[in-house]
């Protein structure tokens, strides 16, 4: 099949998640992308970027910027739109269209996009069952899912200690991931118990807030609060590449997800279990599709549970090696090319 990827986000390419940190639905379309053309399909990305690239069988264009510009493939079998409905208008004569929900997918009910997706009646598809119940009933019949899968720099982590003291590490937002309300947890409910563990939170904003940089004013009030937090152990870490990030968690104790109730994809959370990393979760979410509930993982009903588990997993080593053989058993490890496998089936089936 000849596949075109379309995403108007940040620039970015096959090189960019080995180079710099850059965000899991980016990532994933790099995975994807790369795990189809290494089973024979033609696969070109388009992002804006500048000079075209050909990297890991996968060929990167510009995306074009005005009516003038040829930098995309005049047919194409698939045109995957990542997120964007209005990228299905793009020059190109596919055989069949997708969009590609990535988030909240409340966004398909807007008087603009029905009429994008009444025009060119594109299959929906989405990254988790639960988001899949989220979205429009009157879409439901063109909708797949197909779960995310894991990059080799965290499926390939090798066996390794955890850090002593031990380490608890964060993705979540400062703002709108639940990151206030763990920070509560830590503060109240695990610190106190251990007083030598530590909580690592990955964030570009608040380690640009903590350096002094300029950052938006809903951030600050996080910023003090982390710096607050420093003596009970909580520190800020920049974002990773991902070979940077899988080491990070390879010698991490445990993953904390708040999670949200928009967060269908959960990225940094398959990451973390395809590495190995045992994981604590509010069941938000895709975050019930990302763990096995009490084998690589817990699923938390309440703060207190949050807090009381989190303390076991960082103070139980027999819980913690009990988690990760669970998190590394060979049926839970997803890769990318698990998923063009599945994808595969379902887009040969209108090409034959």
Request: proline share 10%.
């Amino acid at each position: 099949m000849r596949i075109l990827f379309a995403d108007d986000g940040v620039p970015y390419d096959g090189r960019t998640p080995a180079e710099d940190p850059l965000g899991g639905g980016e990532r994933a379309v790099v995975g994807l992308a790369r795990a189809l053309a290494a089973r024979g399909h033609g696969v070109s990305v388009a992002t804006p970027i500048v000079e075209p690239e050909r990297i890991d069988g996968v060929d990167w264009l510009p995306l074009p910027m005005d009516e003038g510009d040829r930098t995309l493939p005049d047919d194409v079998d698939v045109l995957v739109a990542v997120r964007r409905p209005s990228l299905l208008a793009l020059p190109v004569r596919p055989g069949r269209r997708v969009v590609w929900v990535m988030g909240q997918p409340d966004y398909l009910i807007r008087p603009s996009v029905r009429a994008r997706l009444a025009t060119h009646r594109p299959d929906l598809l989405y990254v988790s069952d639960s988001q899949r119940a989220a979205g429009p009933a009157s879409l439901m019949a063109s909708a797949e899912v197909v779960a995310p899968g894991a990059a080799p720099a965290f499926l390939d982590v090798p066996d390794t200690k955890p850090a002593l003291p031990p380490v608890a590490v964060t993705t979540a937002h400062p703002v709108h991931g639940g990151l206030d309300w763990l920070l509560d947890r830590w503060e109240r409910g695990i610190a106190p118990l251990l007083p030598d563990a530590s909580l690592h939170i990955y964030s570009a904003l608040l380690s640009a807030g903590v350096a002094g940089e300029r950052v938006p004013p809903s951030v600050k009030p996080m910023v003090e609060r982390v710096q607050a937090l420093s003596d009970a152990g909580v520190e800020v870490r920049e974002p990773q590449p991902e070979g940077a990030l899988a080491d990070a968690w390879s010698t991490a104790r445990v993953f904390l997800h708040p999670g949200q109730a928009w967060d269908f994809g959960c990225w940094s959370l398959v990451e973390a279990q395809a590495a190995g990393l045992p994981a604590v979760a509010r069941p938000l979410g895709g975050a019930a599709e990302r763990i096995a509930n009490g084998d690589s993982g817990m699923l938390v009903p309440d703060e207190a549970a949050f807090e009381n588990v989190t303390v076991q997993i960082l103070r139980d080593d027999g819980l913690y090696a009990g988690m990760v053989e669970e998190a590394r058993a060979p049926g839970r490890r997803r890769s990318w090319d698990d998923a063009a496998v599945d994808l595969e089936g379902h887009w040969t089936s209108f090409l034959r």
